[in-house]
């Protein structure tokens, strides 16, 4: 069945230090990329997203492009914040009721 | 745009009590909603899928009659907790969607403590 294998964290980092999690997919078809973000306490929010192969999708400093030959879509940024700790999960569409398939999630601490 | 707001946020109650937790989408109808439930270690368990005006499907584990769903319109899914345990203490989230290319939208989730 569809799957999506996300790194595994915590991450730590310094501030203005560069990001990169991996998210790879599984899927019979080419299906929509999501990343969604969760700050602590609060529900998920889209980050980014992608529709198609190729697509590259961006918001506040981070971007993450579909590659459909490595059936990839790591999320990047090229200078972290503090403000930017939160968990990030990565997510695929594979249902035919439009649910998602979601990686394990990946916990990003960034330090002063 | 797509908002979908969660109430209560926060709820504390008693064991063999049940509790109630409203999902709505404020800004757009919603064909199908989902319910997860979010362990300490963050990852999200998806628990069912509701449909406007039919039954919802649950996912293997979880049971449809301690996790009641009722999705009366294409603005309201309602999740009720029935004789609550303190296992059932956790983060429970709803989204919705409204066709197409699969997005969801979240809401801000639910606290529940079960004493």
């Known amino acids: 069945g569809d799957s999506v294998t996300q790194m595994e964290g915590p991450v730590t980092l310094s501030e203005e230090a560069f990001l990169t999690i991996n998210c790879t997919y599984t899927?019979?078809?080419?299906?929509?990329l999501f990343w969604y973000v969760q700050y602590p306490g609060e529900g998920l929010q889209l980050l980014l997203k992608?529709?198609?192969?190729?697509d590259k999708g961006s918001n506040k400093g981070f971007e993450a492009t579909y590659r459909k030959e490595t059936t990839s879509f790591h999320l990047e940024k090229g200078s972290v914040q503090v403000s930017d700790s939160a968990v990030y999960f990565c997510?695929?569409?594979?249902?035919?009721?439009?649910?998602?398939?979601f990686g394990k999630g990946t916990k990003l601490s960034v330090k002063p | 745009g797509a908002v979908v707001s969660q109430h209560p946020s926060r709820v504390i109650c008693k064991s063999g009590t049940s509790v109630k937790i409203e999902c709505r989408s404020l800004?757009?109808?919603?064909?199908?909603m989902f319910w997860y439930r979010q362990f300490p270690k963050q990852s999200l368990m998806l628990m069912a899928t509701?449909?406007?005006?039919?039954?919802?499907?649950?996912e293997q584990g979880v049971e449809k009659d301690k996790f009641l769903i009722n999705h009366a319109s294409l603005t309201l899914s309602t999740l009720t907790v029935t004789s609550a345990h303190p296992e059932d203490s956790s983060f429970y989230i709803c989204?919705?969607?409204?066709?197409?290319?699969?997005?969801?939208?979240f809401g801000p989730g639910t606290r529940l403590t079960v004493l």
């Open positions: 989204s919705a969607y409204s066709g197409g290319a699969w997005e969801q939208f």
């Open positions: 899927a019979t078809g080419y299906p929509s």
């Open positions: 992608a529709t198609k192969a190729d």
């Open positions: 997510a695929g569409g594979g249902g035919s009721q439009g649910n998602l398939i």
């Open positions: 800004d757009f109808q919603a064909t199908t």
């Open positions: 509701s449909n406007e005006g039919s039954k919802a499907t649950y």
